[in-house]
């Protein structure tokens, strides 16, 4: 396995190219990635937190905004926690296309709202149990929003938070259905 | 008790890491695209459909959690530092306390929205420039740079998250939003009183009020964060603020001036861009 990082020295943010390097191999070897190559490519030049996640048989290529490893408190500096975070959603998020069920997903570009809000929650539920602090309300804000504000919505979150074993087929079924109680 | 307390002596504790206006403006990097070719998006409004629409509605219930604290310092100071019937009518006086009182109510309320949105007190730096609009020597400058310019900011940012929570379908948020923006709507509409009633006789300070309007309403356009433009995450709340007691032509030149703040962003950050670049 091999992980490379770009850019190697920042000029936007303070970001440290070799910390992201470190974090990402710990990520990795947590959850089974070992086999490999990861490309982080970070875009510095935008503050927002989105990230791009592209997979082939032989690469994982994520492409996250600044945003996505900065701390909130002190602008332009780095978070472990953001960064750890950023890192295991990505990777997660890969591993599921890779092997893990959800072979036939859409791309991440073709995925709708609620469709992005129910995998965030089951890639999330899963960081959970990997020891890594997440915010588990915002999470349930976030999928709230996607999904409608009411009881039936704050159960399936439950569901798809505790779950482990997911295929897309089911969480896509779920996230649809939860749409038609909350309509 | 000390009077005019300088900005960099608002008490917090730990959780809270304090910003500037330009530590924020000297970072180069830019949500809205610089240059037309590249392929950000181009609107920036906060509305349900962005990607990231619950991180920003969170980041931004912050900001005006931590603003809210700001605005109840700074009617409370206003109270506090001018002598009663010398420096400021009495009345005046009475509206800021019943100010300070709505503030601090809006500082609960906004504490729960954060928990409800979650978020914790202090995960998102503090921008201290509302409160330093709220520093000015003169009662008069201070209406107009706190009650006309930071509540009126708070008529546009409460109107946004209303709007939000409603296409959201987030009850709470909505609900909470409207009272507090009824409030905004008043505290606006006392500092148009009190600023029209105090310079009735003195058209230089007046005068020089609403010059000081104009330089912190630019300041409160947050570098082209509300403007008409879909490129800000704000617009303007015209019909509120109307009701507020703005006229149709500062409405417009506020708007211009967001806008040209907008403008004046880009540009900075095209030149920081390319400087970093080379």
Redesign the interface.
Known sequence: MAITVTPETFSFVSFDSAYIARIANLVAEQLGLTDIDIEIAVDETSPLTRIDVEVTDSLISIRPLSGALEDTRRPRQQSELATTLAMARSMLRARDRLRGGFENAPLDTELSLPQAAAWDTYILGRITRMSIEVKKQAALYNFRNRHGFNDASDHVFEKIWNAETFTWDELSALSANTLTLSA | MKKFMPVEELARDERF?Q?TQA??MS?????VPANAEST?RSSNRLT??R?????AA??LMHGIFVGEIQALEGAGRTCWDFTTGEEAPFGLKLDMARQAWDEARHVEISLKLG??????V????ENTVLFQAACSNDPVLRLAGVNRALEGLAIDVFTSMKEFGEM????YLEFCEDWMLADEVTHVKMGSDWLRKVTENDPERRKKALEFQSIVDKMFSYGGSRSDSDESSLGIARRFRELAGFTSDENEHIADLGLQALEERKAQIREK?AA??N
């Open positions: 890491n910003i530590d924020r970072d180069a990097r830019s949500a950000r349900p459909a990607a990231d629409a619950s991180d969170r980041a928990d409800w949105m979650g978020s914790d202090g995960q998102y730096a959201a379908g987030d009850p861009q970093a670049k």
